[in-house]
């Protein structure tokens, strides 16, 4: 145990003493989750090449009349994502909305439901049956109530489904903002009667002939008319923060390369001789290697430890309000990282005992480190990719970020994913340490 | 408690190839090393040397043959085996952005060192290579010859009773050269440390060495003292003049044979770029044929630019085993 800890230690000196070391593990990923996550905290879909994102709609608004005017809002907000079918190729390409969804609009609740589940779409917009009724209030009984589209999202592909939510919301904000820019003109004129008699009556001739439609009283409320609600899979109510989303998953991903340049450091001291003097040590060889495994482990877990600590400060600081973004089961979140800790270094030693050399190790690892990157959602939507689903399964990304975002949305239930986290790190690591016992022999 | 430390039987090597013959580094090799002396592996580069210690130390198994250190098998009881020795490596191995101490606390604790025990011995070691008042400089800012007596420090620290030592003076310079062959016997002397040293330097084995092994394409083609070795090939004294004429007289060369009879070897080469004569004589005793050969120079009235007189060393022992010369 001494000597175990004698090694883990020394390595775990080694990395954090090392100002540019620290600069690769926290700094960067630190400062590339939060560029993405401030970048989504916005509207930034036009900025992102990515396109085609299959979204599904459901209206269930019913249109109510008023007067001689027909209000359908449910009817308007899908028209902004489902163009018309005589709609021209340019028209689509110009279109920002369109370019960057495929939506279809949907009849079937349960159908659009079970294509987030089984992801053909990233997400379902389900607007409510009361969503004009709601919205018109506003004109008639000069009330607010506020509509709540669901937002249902596909938690295996934060990052689209984050531009769908903003996408929404865009659309939102730009129907809310429409009415309270009327309801505000309005509201200058009623302040201005309050010096002008004439003008005062003049004003309340003109509301009872039915010329304001709009409810005075909203011209300084601050209420937005459009809500959204995101849901997850299993029904919880999410709230969608980039800032945790791009944390979890940029913190993983980095991760990754730091298993990989920690396990690669074995060959870099084989090379130097280092290794060699500790296995002339009396000390079991099978000792040495477990001791670097877990030294990845542990570099790993203080990685990402902090990194998800680092973001939940700088997304509270965007948010102007303190927050923990990654849940309230902080034990489960520490053995969560954990696992992802340990199922990367498991990983990573199995690149470094099939490596030769240290710059093949690096190589390897980095193509690795992106592979999974790519398999676990962190860029594009896998599921669109056909055969390429499955594979999704063996990487570390897909089931540590998706853990990190369930313990986030409140969902405890991640034993699934500890479960094949562990089991992957096992095995990767015991192949590895075979492999590369029996070359230390050779 | 026997006489001998290092036993091997039979070691061998062979490590196979994808697309090649398997490749024997190390060719049944057979010896014995005595308590408190300093071995020698001699060899030119790539016969085996690092090979054989690899194997003697417990970093690579052997294909055939084990080996016992103060009677423990490397194969079967290795740790037991790696308490009783240390090693030096021919790399500076060593964290260079660390410290000697951080160093020697790393390995002190490898070897089951803690405590004061530990820092006694790291204060005793860092004393012994005359770097206590670095002790706390990052490594990467020493020289070429004070990484290497750190690098000698880390593997004295749990006072193994065998230092392997792998050509430890590769790249430094004369200065601290001489100050590790010092340490080296000092470690013998002073604290009766059996060294196995290896070099392609004949020059350091024949001042070093108590016993020589030649090893050559993986194979042990010599073990003796320096005398013993010597006496193999008969012992020679090699007398090199330098004569300021691009030709001898055919009359010198005939008085030449005639003086001097097998044994007696003569060699005589033409020197191109000093436009002049190099004769070689190789000869038991030959000093002694030395003033006959001048006074016959000088009767032909040849000038003698200059004469170099070498008694048998391992270089003409090697070169009489192998028809190589060691650095070829």
Redesign the interface.
């Known amino acids: 145990m ?2 175990l800890w ?2 883990i230690s ?1 390595e775990i000196f ?1 990395i954090y ?2 100002r540019n070391a620290l600069l690769i593990l926290l700094l960067t990923p630190l400062a590339v989750a939060s560029l993405i996550g401030f970048a989504f905290s916005d509207v930034a879909g036009e900025t992102i090449g990515i396109s085609n994102i299959p979204v599904a709609l459901v209206n269930h608004d019913q249109a109510v009349d008023q007067g001689e005017q027909r209000i359908a809002m449910g009817e308007s907000f899908t028209k902004v994502f489902v163009p018309p079918a005589d709609a021209t190729e340019q028209e689509l390409l110009d279109n920002e909305v369109w370019r960057l969804t495929d939506a279809v609009l949907l009849a079937d609740e349960r159908e659009a439901r079970a294509g987030v589940d089984d992801g053909r779409y990233v997400a379902a917009l389900i607007i409510p049956s009361d969503f004009s009724a709601n919205m018109s209030q506003l004109y008639t009984t000069f009330e607010s109530h506020p509509s709540t589209i669901e937002l249902y999202a596909n938690a295996e592909s934060p990052v689209l489904a984050a531009i769908v939510e903003a996408i929404a919301t865009s659309v939102a904000t730009r129907m809310n903002a429409g009415s309270i820019a009327i309801s505000s003109s309005i509201g200058s004129l009623i302040e201005l009667s309050a010096s002008d008699p004439e003008l005062a009556l003049q004003l309340q001739q003109a509301d009872e002939l039915g010329l304001f439609e709009q409810d005075f009283s909203q011209a300084f409320s601050q209420e937005d008319q459009i809500r959204f609600e995101r849901q997850d899979i299993s029904g919880n109510v999410a709230r969608f923060n980039p800032f945790m989303m791009f944390g979890a998953g940029q913190a993983v991903f980095f991760m990754m390369f730091t298993a990989m340049a920690t396990m690669n450091s074995i060959l870099r001291e084989r090379r ?3 290794l ?9 060889p099978g000792l040495v290697l477990l001791a670097r495994m877990l030294s990845s482990v542990c570099i790993c877990f203080v990685q990402v430890g902090m990194l998800l600590c680092a973001m939940n400060v700088i997304g509270s600081l965007f948010e102007g309000r303190w927050s923990w973004m990654y849940g309230n089961a902080i034990g489960l979140l520490i053995v969560t990282v954990l696992a992802i800790a340990w199922a990367a270094s498991g990983f990573a030693s199995i690149v470094t005992s099939l490596a030769r050399t240290p710059e093949q190790g690096n190589v390897i690892g980095g193509v690795i480190t992106i592979a999974m990157g790519m398999l676990g959602g962190a860029f594009f939507n896998v599921s669109s990719l056909g055969g390429l689903e499955l594979v999704r399964f063996l990487s570390v990304n897909y089931w540590g970020v998706s853990a990190l975002i369930q313990l986030a949305q409140g969902e405890n239930a991640v034993q699934s994913h500890l479960l094949v986290l562990t089991v992957l790190g096992t095995t990767t690591f015991v192949a590895g340490f075979l492999i590369f016992r029996k070359r230390l ?2 | 408690m026997t006489s001998l430390l290092v036993e091997a039987h039979g070691l061998r090597k062979v490590y196979r190839r994808a697309k090649a013959e398997p490749l024997v580094a190390v060719d049944h090799v057979d010896l014995a090393v005595e308590r408190g002396e300093i071995f020698s592996l001699l060899g030119p580069n790539g016969a085996g040397k690092t090979t054989t210690i690899s194997m003697l130390s417990g970093l690579v198994k052997p294909s055939e043959g084990d080996a016992t250190i103060d009677g423990y098998s490397i194969t079967r009881q290795p740790i037991a085996a790696k308490q009783r020795l240390g090693i030096v490596p021919q790399e500076i191995a060593l964290y260079d952005r660390f410290s000697p101490l951080h160093n020697l606390q790393f390995f002190g604790k490898l070897y089951g060192l803690r405590g004061k025990e530990l820092d006694m011995r790291i204060d005793e070691v860092l004393e012994l290579v005359d770097l206590t008042s670095r002790r706390n400089d990052p490594v990467q800012t020493f020289s070429g010859g004070m990484k290497r007596r750190v690098n000698i420090a880390a593997g004295l620290l749990h006072r193994p009773a065998l230092l392997f030592m792998d050509e430890p003076t590769v790249g430094i310079d004369p200065q601290n050269r001489r100050r590790v062959l010092d340490l080296i016997k000092h470690l013998r002397d002073q604290y009766g440390i059996t060294v196995f040293y290896t070099s392609h330097l004949m020059e350091e084995v024949q001042e070093l060495s108590d016993r020589i092994a030649i090893v050559d394409h993986g194979r042990l083609i010599a073990l003796g003292t320096l005398r013993e070795l010597v006496q193999q090939i008969g012992e020679e004294d090699r007398i090199t003049l330098q004569i300021a004429q691009p030709t001898l007289p055919p009359q010198l060369l005939d008085q030449l044979h005639a003086a001097f009879p097998a044994p007696v070897r003569l060699d005589i080469q033409h020197d191109a770029e000093q436009n002049s004569t190099i004769l070689q004589m190789f000869a038991k005793q030959g000093r002694k044929q030395l003033p006959q050969l001048l006074q016959l120079l000088n009767d032909a009235e040849l000038e003698v630019h200059s004469i170099e007189l070498r008694e048998p060393d391992l270089e003409a022992v090697f070169l009489a085993l192998t028809g190589r010369q060691l650095r070829d």
């Open positions: 001494y000597k004698t090694i020394n080694q003493s090392d130097e001789g280092l060699a003097r500790q296995l002339a040590t009396p000390t079991d022999e050779a």
